[in-house]
């Protein structure tokens, strides 16, 4: 069997057969995977401790035939997964892992999101703002080839009007005569900020109920894109990607 190391951030796990389970990792150098760490269940193990939604691990694994198995662990950062966690923020953790696991291809290694998904994870427990995890998914989004066009109405067109409606099937803003959702003021400003690489500003942002509108917003467009089946279409739009940021 052949071994690998890797270093990797824990998505979810579920148990297998009696003392096993199932690891969903995020790697830096394999991308998404999931791998079986033996022996995890047992109280006393000490993988068992280790392999917890949002720590981030160094791995030894060896390439098993259906799943890579994890040889050793050891902790780079324990992100949420430690005692005094607010529970809401570690639910906002597991959402933007959720996102990732669901946006992402398995085995495509992308080092730019590997860094957002770390990036975010740490500014959940040092800094937490309201706006921070809508802000992440638009990040996310646009990293992925998803980003709204907020430039023009999709429906007529008509650019520079004040969008006050969304279509979230075709992800696009819709100008006062051309129906869609209502959205919330300001969610558009936000979401617009960010795709513009100006996210400090959006971070300041502190208003609780601005931030939960952002991000039911950013959440909402995340499970638009994973329910239209984007695992096909996206393999040509990220090996695209692939082949632009490597060329
Ligand atoms: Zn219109």
Not at 215 to 239: D, H, W
């Amino acid at each position: 069997m052949k071994a690998y190391a890797d270093r990797a951030v824990v998505i979810r796990t579920w148990p297998l057969g009696e003392s096993d389970r199932i690891v969903n990792l995020f790697t830096l150098s394999h991308g998404k995977l999931r791998a079986v760490a033996k022996g995890a269940r047992g109280a006393r193990s000490r993988i068992s401790g280790l392999v917890q939604p949002t720590s981030e691990l160094d791995l030894l694994l060896y390439q098993g035939r259906e799943l890579d198995v994890i040889q050793q662990a050891s902790l780079v950062q324990a992100n949420m997964a430690r005692g005094g966690v607010d529970p809401a923020q570690f639910g906002s953790a597991i959402e933007w892992l959720e996102a990732i696991d669901g946006l992402t291809l398995d085995r495509h290694p992308d080092p730019v999101v590997y860094d957002l998904m770390n990036r975010g994870l740490r500014m959940m427990f040092d800094e937490p703002s309201p706006t921070l995890l809508g802000a992440l998914l638009i990040r996310l989004l646009e990293r992925e080839g998803y980003a709204p066009n907020l430039s023009s109405c999709g429906l007529c067109g008509r650019t520079n009007a004040a969008y006050r409606a969304f279509d979230f099937s075709s992800s696009a803003p819709r100008c006062s005569g051309c129906g869609g959702e209502p959205i919330p003021p300001g969610v558009l400003d936000l979401t617009f900020e960010v795709l513009n690489h100006r996210v400090s500003g959006v971070l300041a942002t502190h208003d609780p109920q601005i931030g939960r509108e952002f991000e039911g917003f950013a959440t909402r467009l995340v499970k638009e894109v994973v329910g239209r089946g984007l695992r096909s279409s996206a393999v040509i739009a990220s090996l695209a990607d692939n082949h632009r940021s490597s060329g």
